[in-house]
Each structure stands twice: as C-alpha cells, then as structure tokens.
C-alpha cells in the first residue's frame, strides 16, 4: 500500500511529465523563431482526436498503433508547416510582432471552433497506447507512456543536437541566425522545421495524454498555461529545461493541491510564474533573448 | 573571377545607407575600403553579401548578377563575409563553427580544409573543443575568418578584422589574408586601421558620408593622400580619381 | 458658425497639447454633448427598428466597446502587450454585483471602475520590468488566477451558484432595456470623448504614444516613462471596469465562466479587426463582430471560425487591422500600390531667418554649465568610458570625436541619465545628477538627440515640438510664452510646412530636423547632440549648421556635439575632445587637434616604421 508521499509524487511525475510535453513544444518553437504557438493546446488535442479516430475505424493491432503514431507526427508536423506559412512568414518583415501571437491565436479559435462542432465538449476515451495491464513500480502504462515521451524526446534532442549536423545547423540558428546565413544555412527552412517539429511534439503528447486522461476537443486555456509556466520556470529556450519544469510544476501542483486551501491554491502556480519572471525570466537553465512579440 | 559592384545604393527605409559608384574585386588582390565612422562601409560589406537588399544597382560576379539572390546562397556561389560582430556560434565548440563553415560549398575533404585553417591560426588547433565563447577577441577574429575561409571562398569580405586586436595578432592576421590572397582569393577589406589597409591592398576606396568620394591606386596609394581625405581637407588629392558626389 | 468651428478645432499651431485649458473643456464638452445625442438617435433608431432585443444586443455592443476601448488604450496607444482585460471586466462585474446591495447602483458603480483601475495599475506593474511575450504571459497568469476566485472564494462571489445583481432596474423588459441602452450610451460616449482627449490632448496622452515606439526619446524629453505605463493600465481596467458595471446589470446574473480568457482574446480580436490607429477602432471592431454574429444568427456556433478565419486573413495579408487590409485592396485595386514619395525630400531646405531677438533669458557667457568628473563605465571586461573629465561652459560648442568604440555615445547616455550606473560625478549647473533620472534632468536644462532614431512615428512635428516643450515645463503651468519660442525654433529649422505632418512620412533630413526641434522646444541650456549631420546631404548640412549657431547666438546655451563628419566639426565646434578607448587623448582647438600626430593616429592606425609615404603592395 503505497504511503501518501509516494503517492503524491507518483502523481507530481504524472502531471509533470503532461505539463512538460507541452513545455517541449513550445520550448522547440520559441528556441529557434522567439515566437510561442498560442494554438499548442489545439494542437494537442488535434492528436487526441486523431487517435479516437483511427480507434473508432480500426481495431487496435500493433501494426495500427505504430501506423497511428507515424500519422499522428505526420499531421502534427503538417500543421506545423502549414502554421509557419500562415503566422510566421507573412509577418517576417512587419512592424507588428503582436500579429504573430494573434495569428496563433486565430488558428487555435479556427481549430477549437471546428473540433468542437465536430466532437462536443465532451470527454471521449481512446485506448492508450500502453493498456494498464503493464505496470512498472506503481505507474500504469498510459502513465509510463506519458512519462516515457518526454524523457525520450529530451533525451533524443540532446543527442540530435550534439551528435548530428542538422542538430548542429539547427543549434546555429537557434543561436544566431545572421552567423547562421553567413554559413550558407537558409534560416527559413529550419524555421519550418522548428515549427513541424513543435507541432508533432504536441501532437504525439495529445495523443498520449488522450489515453491518461481521455480526450476533450476543449482543451482548457489553462493547461497551455501551465505549459507555459513550466517553460518559463525551465527556461524557455532549454528543451531539457522544459522537462524539469514540467515536474516542478506538477509537483508543485500536487503537493500544493493537497495542503494549501483550494483558494490559494491556483493562485501558487500564477505567483510563481510572476515571481520567475520578474527576478529570473531565463527560468533555470534558458538564455534571454529578444521574444518575436 | 571578379565581382563588379556597379551604381549600388542601400536605402534604410527613406534613409540612404551608402552610394557605391564603382567597387571591383578581381581573383589575387586585396581591395580595401577605407573611411570614417558611419560613412557606411559596414552597409556597404553587408549588401555584397547579401544580408541588406539593395534599391539601385547591380552586384555581378562573374557575369552572374547576383543582386536578388538571397544571402545563404551567395554563401554556396562563394561570397563569404566575416561581420564586425563576427557572429560566432559561442556556445559551439571551435571544431563544430568551423564545420558548419564548410558545409555550404568546397571541394576538399573537410578534414584537411581544418587542418589548413589550423595551419593558419595554429591558436585555434588547442581550443578545437571550447566553446567559442570562451576564446579571447583575438582568437574569436582568427575563428571566424578561419570558419570563413573553411567554404573555400571565391570572394571574401572583412568588416574591421583588426578592431580591438592587439598588433602582434593583427600582424599574424594580415600575413594569413596575404597568403589567402595569393592562393587566388579576392579579399574586400573593410578597415578603419588605414596602416594595414596600406600594406597588403592594390586599390583604396575611401567613403564618407554614405558615399564614394575617393579611389586611390598605383602612386597615388599614399598615407599622406588618404589622412588627407580622413582629416576633411578641402583640397583635392592629386593624381586620386575622385568620384561624383 | 465660425466661432463654433473654432471651438472645435485646436487653436494651437502645435497641437491640442498647448492650447488654453478653458479652450480645452469647453470643446471637450461639445463633443461629449454631441456624442451623446448620436448616440440616443442610435438607440431610439434600434428600438423603433428592432425592439427590445435590439436594445439588448445595442448594450452587448456597448460593453464590448468599452473593453476594447480599454485595451486599445493599452496595447494601441500605450504600445503594451496585454491580454488581462477579461480578469480586470471580471473585476469590476463582481465589485459592483458585490457592494451594490450596500452602497446603492451609482456609488456602487464608482466604486467597481475605481477598482478596476486600482487592479489595472496592479497588473501593470510587471510591465515597468517585462515586454513582449513574458509581460503577455504574466497578464495571462492574471486572468487565470482571477478566473480561480471567482469559482473559489465563494462566499464572496458565490462561485458557481453565481451573484445576482438587481440594482432597482425596471422589471418590465422595455422599460429595463432602454434604460440600459441609455447607460450604453452614456458610458460609451465618456469613455470614446475621455480616450480621445486623453491620449490626443494631454501629457499623458502624448507620453502613451512616444512610448509606444520610442521610449528613450520619452525619457529623453522629461515624459514619466513608469508611471504612464501604469496609468495606460489603470485606466485600462477603468474602462473594463465600467464594462463590467454594464455586464452585470444587463445580465443580473454573474457565472464565473464568462471572464476566463477566452474574453480576452474575443476583445483582442474586436481590437484587431477595428485596428489601433484611431479610437474610433475600439466601435468598428465590436460593431463588425456583433452585426456579423447577428445577422448570421444560424451561424452562431461557427462564431469562433469566423473570428479565427478573419484574423488570420489580416495576418497573412501583413496589415495590421481589417481598416488596413481594405485599405490595401483599395490601393491594389486602384493600380499597383506605388512607394510614396517622402515628403520634403525634393525641397532645397530654406536659410535660416537672420533676424530672431536674443531671449531675455538667455545665459550669460562663460557660465559652468556641465561638469564631469572621473566618469567611468564598466561592462564585464570592458571599459566603455574611463575616467573622463570635461567642463562645458554657456555660449560654446564643443565636438567629441573619436573612431569607433571610443565611448562618446556611452558617455552620452550617462550624461544625459539613459545609463545611470556609471562611477564619478556629473553636476549641472552646480546639482549633482549622477543618479538622476534622464527625466528630471530634463528639467535641469539639459536635452539631447538621438543618432539613428530622429523621429517618433505617429506624432506630427508639431507634437514633437510641443513634447520637448512639455517635458520641460512639467513643474510649470502654462504661460503663452512656451508657443512664442516653439515659433523661432520653427522658423530656425524651416519645419513650418510641416507642423501638421505625421513625421513618419517626412524626408530624413526632415526627421533629424524635428528631432533637433523637440531637443530645442525644451529652452535648454544644455543641448547634447548625438551624430546631428549622419545621413545629411551638404546643403542640408550648412542649414542645420547656421540654425545652431544662432540658437547659440540667441539662448546662450552650451552645446556638445558628437560627430564624425570633420568638416561639419570644423565650422562648428570651438574647442574639439577627442576619445579614444574610453579616455581622452586630446583637447583643443580644432585645426590644432584635427592636425595632431595621435589623433590623426587614432583615426587611421598607428604610423609603423617611418613617416614617409608607404608604397603600396609591400607586404610580408
């Protein structure tokens, strides 16, 4: 019988691993363009549904699920582009870097508009991935996979990025993108890229945390906050930063849902996020740089 | 090879940036741009290679015009610039800058390109892992001509190389953009150290006020003729070809 | 009639910021009256038209009005990022639904805007610190967490049960909608007459506008750069607030559903699509939603795609606003945008008037005007300035020059407090100012301009004029003294043709000419000028360089100038200081300092070998 600590912190990596997916995504977009994607929960969602469906069409055999996952990061990174298109290059030489964020917005109100219509506000529940028939020291296997992609994605980013040239040339946009054009680089397709990838991430993540939680086509505004948080309080232009903000968040959350009154409670996470960016707005392990807004 | 700048303006916004009349670079000889601060030198670096587009003009190398082409690509076609700010990656490894300099354009294997530059600057083979920004502002200049010189360039342009360098450094450095020079490269040397500028070019064009006022060559590349166009004497420089206001 | 007209229209020729404040009030209250007899015409039109659910739907466009209003303040004028205002509406909804019982509808009403603005300034507190996405991102935070007390603290809000609110309304439905029409229209009229006479006619107004695009020149000029960031939130919230007065009474009803953040980006939208340019934005924008969403009512659930899909058509187009994107398809339409030609760019700048009086206050000459002492300026490693010494006296022109990274524009900014963290004193005129704000030195005499900006776009010349003038005279009240010198300097630097125009469309010659003009609206005695000839033609050069020497002739003032053009710095300047590396290397007469061996050195490189010519191509 696990005691209570190790329950509350069997749940602070649960949420935290949620919380740092989206933190990833957003993290990967704002690293290389300045811009963050205010449709990233849309966008997870989008994963979400896709799953439901492929399950409501197929029966969940091994080599549906790979093909799920194959399609869901195709779609993601398709939206990305297509977001990049929309948002990002029409607005390159303006003078007006809010248009960039409400362009996001705008396609998270398309998107939600049109999920909605489609789905409702309710809950829909899709297999995951991993059925709860695996366990593995107290988590279930919607929760493992839920865990496992983010560590994964850290874990395979940093590895891009040291052991690869495109993670190389990625880096050097991510740095300087003027040194980056002196090198021959064409910054506009690693921005594309940036923004597929941002999007795919989002996209696996919703489809994942669809099998924990269930999928809604209302994402609530307030879970891409927590995002953000988590984003901020890592760095927002640290991957693996996301990934320890992430479970910072959560277990502040859980730990703060358990013994704070439920007024205060919400208000802990906002306090935070006002305090880190006002004393340290590279969160812990970022850079500070000019935001595109 | 040569690059023909011809009739070229740089406009920010309704501002004029600098007014080219005529700069030409041909393969094997060192070029230098000479003037005072803001009389627009650095535009002028910056829309040969691309980063600031030009509103009048043509740039042309090699009968291709290459005015519209977008920096990256005039990076593969073999204009490479080192900017004032040197625009390093800090936070990769010497090593990994000077590759991504290669990966654009050149024949050789990379590998023996590096060993070259280490050649060149022999600083940079003991720091091959550090961070670049970690190395001191001599080293950080010789890196980014370094990664420059790694896409084997046909055209290269220098915004201020010395700026901030101690003299012995400066003086390695110029003996390596000799060399460079020699092996057939065409350099475009953007300079406010008149001195070196003196030594290592065959043609001078001084600049003031966003525009081309002076070109000095063969007898008339002396020092008293350009501290005469710096200091804003009146009287014309003689045997100097002056250039329409 | 003409007297009407004058009324109506400024009498100032350097806009409404110097005209009489009686003149002022009085064309203030014309337009509200005139307001709102429009607006009761609008409304008697709607309920004679569409009923009592036009009156219901005129009042949601009046509340969306005042919120976008509000924003528009902030982001529009104010140029901040901000997405609270569906936790500031919330505010003032449940401050009235809360105290109304108590203290009755219209004290309750004062009460709910007074906190709204209470709250803005609070929210607007992290913007002194924070921009662009981490500013967006802690007004977000607000929202949320004031969406949470709404659900949570229910004994306040009742949370979920939700508030009812019934303020003494009539209960039957016409009666009760015409009234709330009427506050409609009352409040929308205030909010649209107060916006435009906030942010068109006061210091304030004009300090939002150059804060928008050039908070440096705001500083520069004596404008209370933090503290009108925090009243363009204040009043923000004030105006929300208000929208949340109205909210509550028409829906008697509060659920803590409606003030999440989706309001917020709803208002964000109503804000694109009217654009910022103009208040009037703050109508167009709601008017188009709400008519939109009501003549397609079957469409209702498609609302947020067509938000969605209108915005991103004005993003991908590049324009800025719904006004913006048909203004481009009109220009396309009628062939081809072509790039407007600047204006003044084709006209020989006139002379200078050779007879202007000297000023009964000018400065006696020779007077210590600046003194510096050991100023020095560290960054890291790196010594921008180090241990400079120099004394400006009334009446001369002195040039710092020096090649490039020698510290004149960094001691520029510590002079003139853009950079307050440098070690040695600065006294003017005998006060010591080495912590001062740039703004209070402005009122110690001192002004300055800037290298590459010139100009603050959006504000016409004339309103620079009347910046420099305000900033200057912030602890004095209007005297008509202020327009009699705004006049010479005018005629000094030949800007007459051009006080009604927006200085973003003005040649560049023009631009530096305002910039110098606002520098000079303030009577300093002090003018620090910052590279004033870069980017001039030579005729444009020697007006610039007579209008100077007569402001000296006439004021007495003292002048620093920093330049590179040494030809410009020949005619000008009676003694030269030149930098190099963070020092000074040499003081002195022009002709003196301009033939010294060091400075010719500095400039050009170090002289090697020998001093005969060097030949060319001798390389190692």
Redesign the interface.
């Known amino acids: 019988m696990p005691g209570l600590y190790e329950s509350l912190v069997t749940q602070s990596v649960v949420l935290g691993a949620q919380y740092a997916l989206v933190a990833i995504g957003i993290v990967v977009l704002?690293r290389h363009t300045g811009i963050?994607n205010f449709a990233q929960g849309e966008i997870l969602a989008l994963g979400g549904l896709a799953a439901l469906e492929v399950q409501r069409a197929f029966a969940m055999s091994i080599g549906v699920q790979v093909a799920l996952v194959v399609g869901v990061s195709l779609l993601g990174g398709a939206i990305g582009a297509v977001m990049y298109a929309?948002?990002h290059a029409?607005?390159r030489?303006?003078q007006?870097?809010?248009?960039?964020?409400?362009?996001t917005?705008?396609?998270?109100?398309?998107l939600?508009?049109?999920f909605r219509?489609q789905y409702g506000s309710e809950t829909h529940s899709v297999a995951p991935l991993l059925t709860d028939a695996v366990r593995f020291r107290g988590f279930a296997g919607p929760e493992i996979a839920v865990i496992a992609l983010p560590v994964m994605l850290v874990v395979g980013w940093l590895a891009l990025q040291r052991y690869t040239?495109a993670g190389?040339?990625l880096?050097?946009v991510a740095?300087?993108p003027?040194?980056?054009?002196?090198?021959?680089?064409?910054?506009r397709v690693w921005f594309v890229v940036a923004w597929a990838v941002s999007s795919l991430v989002g996209a696996l993540a919703g489809m994942l945390v669809g099998g924990l939680i269930g999928v809604r086509a209302t994402v609530p505004?307030?879970y891409l906050?927590k995002g953000?948080?988590a984003a901020?309080f890592g760095g927002?232009t640290s991957v693996g930063g996301a990934l320890v903000g992430g479970i910072a968040l959560g277990a502040v959350d859980v730990f703060g849902g358990y013994y704070l009154p439920?007024?205060v409670r919400?208000?802990v996470g906002?306090?935070l996020?006002?305090s880190v960016?006002?004393m340290r707005?590279q969160g812990m392990f970022g850079r500070l740089t000019?935001?595109?807004? | 090879m040569k690059l023909v700048i011809q009739d070229v303006e740089v406009h920010y916004g309704q501002a004029l940036g600098v007014s080219i009349d005529t700069v030409e670079v041909a393969a094997g000889e060192i070029v230098g741009v000479l003037g005072p601060n803001g009389a627009g030198k650095s535009t002028l670096a910056n829309c040969v290679s691309g980063i600031l587009p030009i509103s009048a003009g043509s740039i042309i190398l090699d009968e291709r015009d290459i005015s519209r082409v977008r920096a990256h690509k005039r990076v593969r076609a073999g204009v490479v610039q080192v900017a004032q700010g040197r625009e390093l990656f800090n936070d990769l490894t010497v090593a990994e800058n000077l590759e991504l300099g290669g990966l654009p354009r050149g024949e050789e294997p990379i590998e023996s390109r590096m060993a070259r530059c280490v050649d060149y600057f022999p600083a940079l083979g003991s720091r091959m892992k550090q961070p670049a920004g970690s190395l001191s502002g001599g080293e950080q200049q010789m890196l980014a001509i370094g990664r420059a010189l790694m896409s084997e360039p046909l055209i290269l342009i220098l915004d201020e190389p010395s700026t901030g360098l101690a003299p012995a450094i400066v003086e390695h450095m110029y003996g390596v953009l000799t060399a460079v020079r020699d092996r057939g490269v065409g350099i475009l040397l953007i300079e406010q150290n008149a001195d070196w500028a003196l030594e290592v070019s065959q043609v001078i064009h001084v600049f003031e006020s966003q525009h081309q006022v002076t070109t000095l060559r063969g007898d008339t590349l002396t020092r008293a003729a350009l501290e005469r166009a710096y200091m804003g004497h009146d009287d014309p420089v003689e045997g100097a070809t002056p250039s329409a206001p | 009639m003409t007297r009407f007209r004058s009324y109506l229209t400024r009498a100032s020729a350097f806009g409404p910021l110097l005209d009489r404040p009686r003149m002022r009030a009085r064309r203030l209250f014309l337009w509200w009256v005139l307001g709102q007899v429009i607006g009761f015409v609008l409304l008697t039109a709607v309920e004679a038209r569409w009923g009592s659910y036009g009156l219901s739907v005129f009042t949601k466009g009046a509340i969306l009005i005042l919120n976008v209003a509000g924003l528009g303040i902030v982001i529009g004028a104010a140029g901040q990022v901000s997405l609270a205002s569906a936790g500031l509406f919330g505010v003032g909804a449940y401050t009235f639904g809360i105290v109304e019982p108590s203290t009755g509808p219209v004290l309750g009403a004062a009460i709910a805007i007074a906190a709204g603005f209470l709250v803005g300034v609070i929210v607007g507190l992290p913007a002194i610190r924070l921009s662009g996405l981490y500013l967006a991102l802690a007004t977000l935070a607000f929202v949320e967490a004031a969406y949470q007390v709404w659900w949570n603290a229910t004994s306040l809000t009742g949370g979920s049960s939700g508030l009812i609110v019934s303020a003494g309304l009539p209960t039957n439905i016409e009666d009760r909608g015409r009234v709330l029409g009427q506050l409609g229209v009352l409040g929308v009229g205030t909010a649209i007459v107060l916006y435009r006479y906030v942010v068109g006619q006061t210091t304030t107004g004009l300090s939002w506008r150059v804060l928008r695009h050039r908070p440096a020149v705001g500083a520069s000029s004596g404008m209370r750069v933090g503290r009108d960031r925090l009243l363009a939130f204040g009043v923000a919230g004030a105006y929300s607030g208000a929208a949340g007065v109205l909210f509550a009474l028409q829906a008697g009803f509060l659920d803590p559903s409606v003030f999440d953040i989706s309001k917020s980006v709803e208002h964000l939208v109503a804000l694109i699509v009217g654009g910022t340019a103009s208040v009037f934005g703050a109508v167009i924008g709601p008017a188009v939603l709400i008519y939109s969403l009501e003549a397609f009512k079957g469409l209702a659930e498609y609302r947020e795609f067509w938000y969605g899909g209108l915005i991103l058509l004005i993003v991908v187009s590049g324009r800025g606003s719904l006004a913006g994107l048909l203004g481009r398809l009109v220009s396309i339409v009628l062939r081809g945008d072509r790039r407007t030609q600047a204006i003044g760019a084709d006209r020989t700048p006139e002379s200078v008037d050779a007879s202007i009086e000297p000023r009964a206050t000018a400065i006696e000459p020779g007077r210590v005007l600046l003194e510096v002492q050991d100023v020095a300026r560290h960054y890291g490693g790196v010594k921008a300035v180090d241990g400079v010494s120099l004394t400006i006296l009334s009446g001369e022109t002195v040039g710092i020059i020096g090649p490039n990274g020698a510290g004149k524009t960094s001691l520029l900014n510590i002079l003139s407090g853009l950079d307050r963290e440098a070690a040695g004193s600065c006294a003017i005129e005998g006060v010591r100012v080495d912590h001062l704000p740039a703004a209070r030195r402005v009122q110690l005499g001192l002004s300055r301009t800037f290298q590459n900006v010139a100009a603050v776009e959006g504000l016409t010349t004339g309103e620079h004029l009347a910046l420099g003038a305000r900033g200057a005279a912030a602890s004095m009240s209007y005297d008509g003294r202020e327009e009699e010198w705004l006049s010479v300097v005018t005629d000094l630097f030949g800007l007459r043709p051009y006080l009604d125009v927006d200085t973003a469309s003005l040649a560049y010659g023009l631009k530096k000419r305002a910039d110098i003009g606002r520098a000079l609206a303030a009577q300093p005695r002090l003018l620090l000028l910052d590279e004033p000839a870069a980017g001039l033609g030579s005729a444009e050069m020697d007006v610039l360089a007579e209008a100077l020497v007569r402001v000296r002739e006439v004021t007495g003032a003292g002048i620093v100038l920093i330049e590179h053009n040494m030809r410009f710095v020949r005619r000008m300047c009676d003694r030269l200081i030149v930098m190099v590396a963070g020092s000074v290397v040499v003081e002195g007469q022009p002709d003196v300092v301009l033939a010294d061996e060091r400075v010719i050195a500095a400039y050009l490189g170090s002289q090697r070998a020998t001093t005969e010519d060097l030949a060319i191509g001798k390389g190692p």
């Open positions: 704002f963050a929309v948002c029409p607005l030489r303006a007006d870097d809010l248009l960039v964020v409400v362009g917005l705008a396609v998270a109100l398309l939600g508009n049109a219509f040239r190389r040339r880096t050097a740095q300087n003027v040194g980056a054009t002196l090198c021959g680089i064409d910054v505004l307030g906050i953000f948080i901020v927002l439920t007024a919400d208000i906002f306090a996020l006002i960016l006002l707005p000019e935001s595109r807004l």
